[in-house]
């Protein structure tokens, strides 16, 4: 639909790190057994993936997967095809026990970037951003909410949040980039 | 703060990303239940000082429920495993019998 | 007058002269200055007074034990009370002004307290305001309340700003002093993340200020080439000015950093919060100096003799000109010899031993400084300053006096490991008489989350009395760390120091031994308190024989200071009154944080809009832009009315309650709970958490449906859609989606782990608008793209289609009793759906209304609310709704606790509608009055009201309650009180207000 806006339709603030709303990202929740060949078969054919390790994420030209839990996996890919995808995993899905689900609009995307954006995370989740490694995901809280977030770039973090809290965290992003908070712990 | 390794998404999660679900490895009595049986699920919970196998769940996390032994005087976490058994793994038994050899065992 | 001796003051930039001012008046210091170190520089000893009796009060210590001078720092909105001046560094612009006082520092009124000290005994609270009882809220009370508290309350919000950091290491070493940094030499070198940090802004402690010599050069020099190696090692961080604050469980640790409190002009946070992992922690934190006691030990003038060092060697400042050092240990040597040396007066060193030998006092007979052996202070002269002491033999009752003139007196009576961070968390301690201290016990550290020990203790802190063992246990105590923390320690070279040798120190609690009762009564334990050694020795008398007890009772170690100077002396005058040994007594225990920490820094970024989370919905941003009065539900805005004009929000509600029963009412339902569950065993899964059967509901049709807890009451309720033979949708109550969604996740989980079922949370993925009024069906129809007929989408239905180009879910379910559709489009789009709406349905009235005029369209048709109607106590029998629990089903949760016999009473208060006979709206809560009172002379009740509301259809007030027997009372009037005493009369009536028969959803 062209009349599809995210959350907060793209804001950003420079502080020591960049703080910017991505705008609308596709995405889908799989769930199932990640041994099943019908699952590993349709998740190939949705994302060109194959099931990530353990908290990791796979990527391909067609798609990201990012593991959830041991029976959830986050499929990534762009907005519009969201809808068509989940349907054609919902068929593939017919004869076997798995769920696919269009999670698009349920969600606000956000990335930190520059020297500074684990530093910015560090302040609101207990997570040891010096040993987070690329391509891990880690599920957590961010100060009150829960959240995910992967190293998406040498210098960038990707984070994603439920939709309803998008201007919360965006301010608590905010507040954490402000610049003369940083902190010189993590480089 | 508590700190749990997660056995499913293999996090050491601090308490602030747990909830807490009181005593493990009860039996749920629902419909036809005698009241002695009714009361003792509804109810009666063990307060050990000592060994005690309990429910938590990586609420900020993964969202899996899993079971924990830890010691309510020191504290000291014995081992984590999996929600989907009827009761501890007997290593996880035989660990903590070692390390507390007055521990009466697991019933 | 400055107090400044030239040369001197190792921490001094003297080319920068710092501008400040204390009481109103601007004074001078320098950068480098502390806050007390600059007032003492300009002659003013006089800081404070104390607590109870007001009594002058002068700087004691010079660090994070200090006591007495307390000052309200700052003004306006970055004003804060209770700061110590020992602790605040100098910044151009500080304001100070002294606090506890009326009219002023220099005569307080209060001071009265001190003449009548005789008549405020310990414990004077307890034993006076008994009786008579009416007196404590007409006189007592009112007069403690306008004496209590210290410092003044800030008025106005806070300007700065907070935040956290969580950090995780492998070694934490609290304390920059020798120890700490060897420690973290020990522990970098092995490889280990080492964070190590200091609470002042400088590195060295002790050592440098009483010129140890480490390998063959003074220790200064020593420490600037040590923390330039750590600087270089990658894997330790060093920091300034954060103090360790506290150590939890697991190796937790908090540390308060001060990042802008000396410069507060620079855009960074004024503090940090440092929520620290660390495998292995070392407290490396010194000694605290204790002080003696004797009469008029709290005269400004009277000071540890460590700190009057320090105000010396690190600030060039000159204490007094003539000061008399009183001692029980060789420790006080070093303060006369450091004075004496730089061209100050020293007219004796008062030992409380007999015969001393030691180096240092051959040292300091060497310079010409008289020793008296074996004698004590049996008194201090002076008001508002010191100006002499009378000296007595030590084994005597001070009675006889000799005066000696002076305007300072240092005194040490020995040192005592800081040891509050070991102790936080249980580390325990053991009783070392050779020093009259509590020392940690390695054996019995703070055990982590695998039963290690996670504490160890290094330098002085451990009770490591000189430099060359200082610095060797607090290598070993690094290594140790290290390899705790899984890093094999390198065979590294301890930097070496000569211990110096000393003469046994003696214990010496009260000066003289014998001291009568009218100089025990002067002699203070507790500074900041007023708790003198005859309290703790009345309330031993008195039968306190426990230590937390006479704590509590006399208040010694409850100042903000939490007697970091007492609490020994305290103990041992206990134990001497008691008769007993001081481990017999033990201690008071160590709580965090080690001194107060800033309550900006605890809420962290938590304030003003981003206290806590506030869920918006798609569509919010029209809301605002509309005038909305919001209300929180669970986190989420919702609008509760859209007021216009002049409106108040009650015509408003009128008016929105009014528009969507005649003509179209629009409401933002996107807060709804969504969850798609689904799977083979789907159905059986619903059934067991649903009192009522879902398993055969039809696809394409929706179901009412209730949720209960084992314990059998109602948690939550919602309209149930099946998708397909495989997939529900299942709607929450607003507030109770996730709670829901985790209820499901946990049975799934815990309980059925076989079923196969799949929950997925999609509250968010959808905007949900519900369609409300006999025009709902025109709107829809002037959208186009679905058939939302009677025929094709009746009461209870849903379908999937298009309305005005949207792809949409609609339900044909209703709330208010209206022709009603619930309509469901993707989230991003909910805002452009809303508009769509607003625009097509201009012609047909539409308005949009908030969750009060739902409220009220729910009332008007009897239906309950989550929350309102249940509290947690009620079951869905007591509601009237057995026509939703399945007497098919074998079981549901909550089943089987319902047939409990107080659930199945028939004496539990049911559901009815309530109408006051003059129409009036009922209060909320109000109770059914019945006859007579219970045992406590209260008013029996038979009923309450849950629900209670102006009825714009009906004109009246209607309500819902619970009342006994009452679905069989219909017609009665019963009475309802009011708060004031009052009552109002309600007839009992059917709790459906508005269309029983239900025609008007069903069109």
Not at chain 1, 154 to 165: E, L
Request: proline share 4%; hydrophobic share 40%; charged share 20%.
């Amino acid at each position: 639909m062209s009349n599809a806006v995210s959350a907060l339709e793209g804001a950003s603030y420079q502080g020591f790190a960049q703080v910017r709303e991505m705008g609308l990202q596709g995405m889908i929740t799989l769930r199932g057994d990640f041994d099943n060949a019908i699952f590993k078969k349709t998740l190939k054919l949705i994302s060109g993936c194959n099931v990530p390790a353990l908290r990791e994420l796979n990527h391909s030209k067609s798609g990201t997967v990012v593991w959830m839990s041991p029976d959830e996996l986050l499929v990534l890919c762009a907005y519009d095809k969201a809808q068509v995808v989940t349907e054609k995993a919902v068929k593939q899905f017919a004869k076997t026990h798995s769920m696919a689900v269009n999670v698009s609009d349920a969600r606000a995307v956000f990335t930190i970037t520059g020297n500074g954006a684990r530093e910015v995370i560090a302040k609101l989740a207990p997570v040891d951003m010096a040993a987070f490694k690329k391509n891990e995901i880690r599920r957590t809280r961010l100060a009150q909410v829960p959240a995910a977030f992967w190293v998406s770039d040498d210098d960038q973090i990707t984070i994603v949040v439920f939709r309803s809290v998008a201007q919360y965290v965006f301010d608590l992003l905010k507040t954490a980039a402000a610049k003369g908070g940083e902190v010189g712990f993590i480089y | 703060m508590l700190i749990f390794e997660c056995p499913y998404c293999g996090v050491k999660a601090e308490e602030t990303e747990l909830h807490a679900g009181g005593e493990a490895h009860l039996t749920r009595h629902g419909a036809g239940a005698s009241d002695d049986d009714l009361k003792s699920y509804l109810f009666m919970r063990k307060n050990p000082k000592g060994v005690h196998f309990e429910r938590w769940q990586h609420a900020n996390g993964c969202g899996k429920w899993f079971h924990a032994a830890r010691c309510t005087m020191t504290l000291e976490v014995f081992g984590t495993y999996s929600a989907q058994t009827f009761e501890p793994p007997a290593e996880l038994v035989k660990k903590i019998k070692k390390k507390r050899p007055d521990w009466e065992g697991w019933t | 007058m400055s107090n400044r001796i030239d040369g001197m003051g190792r921490l001094l930039n003297r080319d920068t002269p710092v501008s400040f001012t204390f009481n109103g008046k601007t004074l001078s210091g320098y950068q480098g200055d502390t806050l007390a170190s600059a007032l003492l520089a300009n002659d003013q000893m006089l800081m404070g007074r104390s607590f109870k009796y007001h009594r002058a009060r002068g700087v004691v210590a010079s660090g994070a034990e200090e006591p007495n001078a307390l000052v309200n720092m700052g003004e306006g909105a970055r004003f804060e009370p209770n700061q110590r001046v020992t602790t605040t560094e100098l910044f151009d612009g500080l304001t100070a002004k002294s606090q506890n006082h009326w009219p002023n520092l220099n005569f307080d009124v209060g001071v009265i307290n001190n003449y009548v000290s005789k008549f405020l005994p310990a414990g004077f609270y307890y034993k006076t305001f008994m009786f008579p009882r009416f007196a404590w809220k007409h006189v007592f009370e009112p007069i403690v309340r306008h004496s209590a508290g210290l410092g003044k309350p800030p008025t106005e919000a806070d300007t700065d700003r907070y935040e956290h950091f969580y950090a995780f290491v492998d070694v934490l070493i609290v304390g920059g002093g020798i120890a700490g940094v060897q420690a973290a030499l020990a522990a970098g070198q092995s490889g280990a993340k080492v964070l190590l940090v200091e609470q002042t802004a400088h590195w060295g402690g002790r050592a440098v200020v009483d010129g140890a010599i480490i390998d063959g050069k003074p220790a200064e020099e020593w420490l600037i080439e040590t923390l330039q190696t750590l600087e270089n090692m990658d894997n330790v961080t060093i920091r300034t000015r954060i103090m360790g604050a506290g150590v939890y469980d697991h190796g937790y640790a908090l540390g308060y950093e001060r990042i802008t409190d000396h410069a507060p002009e620079t855009n960074a946070p004024r503090h940090r919060l440092w929520r620290i992992r660390a495998k292995q922690i070392i407290t490396a934190t010194g000694a605290i100096e204790r002080p003696l006691s004797f009469a008029g030990n709290d005269i400004p003038g009277v000071m540890l003799a460590s700190a009057v060092r320090d105000y010396l060697v690190n600030w060039g400042i000159a204490v007094g000109q003539r000061t008399v050092v009183v001692t029980n240990n060789d420790d006080g040597y070093r303060t006369a010899i450091a004075l004496k040396q730089a061209g100050l007066e020293v007219p004796a060193v008062i030992d409380v031993r007999e015969q001393v030998q030691s180096n240092l006092a051959k040292q300091a007979r060497a310079l010409g400084i008289e020793i008296r052996e074996g004698r004590a202070i049996a008194s201090v002269k002076g008001g508002k300053r010191v100006t002499g002491v009378g000296v007595s033999i030590m084994q005597g009752t001070g009675g006889a006096q000799e005066e000696i003139k002076c305007d300072c007196v240092a005194m040490s009576g020995g040192w005592s490991p800081v040891v509050h961070l070991w102790s936080h968390c249980g580390g325990k301690l053991n009783w070392i008489e050779e020093h009259a201290h509590f020392a940690p016990d390695p054996k019995r550290p703070p055990l982590g989350d695998e039963g290690q020990g996670f504490v160890i203790t290094a330098g002085i802190a451990s009770g490591a009395m000189e430099t060359g063992t200082v610095l060797q246990n607090a290598d070993a105590a690094g290594k140790s760390a290290a390899k705790a923390a899984g890093f094999a320690s390198k065979r590294t070279r301890v930097a070496k120091a000569d211990d110096v040798a000393t003469q046994v120190m003696l214990p010496a609690w009260i000066l003289p031994t014998n001291a009568l009762p009218e100089l025990r009564a002067k002699m203070w334990l507790d500074f900041q308190n007023d708790v003198k050694v005859s309290d703790i020795q009345l309330a031993a008398r008195e039968g306190y024989e426990s230590v937390e007890h006479t704590k509590r009772y006399t208040t010694l170690g409850m100042a903000t200071d939490q007697g970091k100077l007492s609490n020994i002396n305290g103990l041992a005058v206990l134990s001497d009154a008691l008769g007993q040994e001081i481990p017999q007594t033990g201690t008071t225990t160590f709580r965090p944080p080690y001194t107060p920490i800033s309550m900006g820094a605890i809420a962290g970024e938590a304030r003003g809009e981003i206290f806590q989370p506030l869920r918006q919905t798609p569509i919010h941003q029209w809301h605002v832009g509309h005038n909305a009065y919001m209300e929180p539900v669970g986190l989420w805005h919702r609008p509760y009315c859209y007021p216009r004009g002049e409106e108040t929000h009650q015509e408003a509600v009128t008016r929105e309650v009014n528009n969507t029963r005649q003509k179209l009412g629009l409401l933002d339902a996107s807060t709804l709970g969504k969850l798609i569950v689904k799977g083979p065993d789907a159905g059986k899964f619903l059934d067991m958490l649903y009192t009522n059967m879902m398993s055969n509901l039809k696809p394409g049709r929706c179901r009412y449906g209730l949720m209960c807890s084992e314990n059998g009451f109602l948690v939550d309720d919602g309209v149930v859609a099946r998708i397909d033979e495989d997939t529900f949708l299942c709607h929450t109550t607003s507030g109770g989606a996730e709670r829901i969604h985790g209820w499901m996740e946990e049975w799934l989980q815990t309980e059925w782990w076989d079923w196969q079922v799949y929950v997925a949370n999609v509250t968010e993925q959808f905007a949900q608008v519900a369609v409300v009024g006999p025009n709902a069906r025109k709107v829809l129809e002037k959208l186009g793209g679905m058939d939302v007929s009677k025929d094709a989408l009746s009461f209870m239905g849903w379908a999937d289609g298009i309305l005005g180009g949207f792809d949409v879910r609609v339900y044909r379910i209703s709330f208010s009793g209206e022709l009603s559709y619930e309509i469901a489009v993707p989230a991003s789009q909910g805002r452009a759906f809303w508009d769509a709406l607003h625009a097509a349905g201009a012609e047909f009235g539409a308005m949009a209304y908030g969750t009060e005029a739902l409220h009220i369209m729910r009332a008007e048709k009897g239906f309950i609310m989550i929350g309102d109607e249940t509290d947690g106590t009620i079951i869905p029998q007591d509601l009237g709704l057995n026509w939703a629990i399945s007497k098919k089903k074998d079981d549901f949760l909550g089943k089987r606790a319902q047939q409990r016999s107080h659930m199945a009473s028939k004496d539990r208060w049911q559901l009815v509608g309530l109408e006051t006979l003059d129409g009036s709206v009922l209060p909320d809560g109000a109770y059914a009055l019945a006859e007579g009172e219970n045992a406590n002379g209260q008013r029996n009740t038979q009923g309450r009201v849950t629900s209670t509301y102006h009825s714009p259809t009906l004109f009246r007030g209607i309500a819902m309650g619970l009342v006994l027997h009452g679905p069989d009372r219909m017609g009665e009037v019963i009475e309802f009180g009011n708060i004031d005493g009052t009552t109002i009369s309600a007839k009992i009536v059917d709790p459906v207000f508005y269309d029983k028969e239900g025609i008007k959803q069903n069109v």
